[in-house]
């Protein structure tokens, strides 16, 4: 099934409706980046935003928002949101992955479990940013590029469900495709060619505002000058 497909099934059924709030890491945290930022009116974008629970909490507090998605459904319950608490958002819906960006049935049918694969930059057209998010939504690699997306002096946040050995009360996928390493997202990060100082890198357990118990990694570095 195209990525499309499935997660425009998904949101109709109402995934993710009961985690309205946006990332813990983003609220804990926004402060000292607006602080860093010296202003809260960069461009900001938010890369498989989903609802756009991320997006309109940023343009919430005065970024220029723009969110992406592969699901059309998903991108319009954003949009719903958005006019709803009277914030402007941009929103795309576009794939971040290869098999996001083809509707191939005869590939599918040849493989209907391909590896998924980021393309080589499903943002060029994009410019560059003071802030890019990505939560909870792996693409192998993308954060290489997504360095070049970023303004001298300008953020990277992500936030993955992490590999682990915690136990079975720990929330989230439990195949591994869908969990990062640790270290994992710094290792994509040291591969680009730009400079940047390391904010927070985090592995391990925390507590999600539902009160569930999640393994996640969690990585902010900043882009330098130069």
């Known amino acids: ?53 991320n997006s ?12 992406v998605d592969v699901s059309a459904v998903a991108i319009a319950k954003g949009a719903a949101y958005a006019t ?6 941009g929103w795309v819906c576009q794939g971040l992955l290869a098999q996001s960006n083809t509707a191939d049935p005869q590939a599918v049918a040849v493989n209907p ?12 057209d994009f410019g560059q940013f003071q802030l890019i998010i990505m939560f909870r939504f792996v693409a192998p690699g993308l954060l290489t590029t997504l360095m070049d997306h970023l303004l001298p002096g300008g953020h990277l946040m992500v936030e993955e469900h992490l590999q682990h050995d915690l136990g079975e009360e720990i929330v989230g996928p439990r195949s591994p495709a869908f969990r990062v390493a ?37 990585l902010w570095v900043q882009r330098l000058p130069g």
């Open 84 to 89: 709803k608490v009277g914030v402007k958002v």
């Open 56 to 67: 309109v909490f940023l343009a919430q507090q005065g970024f220029i928002t723009q969110g």
């Open 1 to 53: 099934m195209h990525d499309r497909t499935r997660w425009d099934d998904r949101y109709r059924q109402g995934a993710y409706s009961q985690r309205p709030w946006p990332s813990d890491f983003l609220q804990q945290n926004i402060q000292a980046l607006i602080n860093k930022n010296g202003q809260s009116s960069g461009q900001a974008l938010d890369l498989a935003c989903g609802a756009g629970r």
């Open 113 to 124: 479990n391909p590896i998924h694969e980021p393309v080589k930059d499903p943002i060029n």
């Open 182 to 218: 640790p270290g994992a997202l710094l290792a994509e990060v040291a591969a680009s060619t730009q400079p940047y100082a390391v904010i927070e890198d985090f592995a391990g357990a925390v507590v999600e505002p539902s009160g569930d118990k999640a393994a996640v990694s969690r």
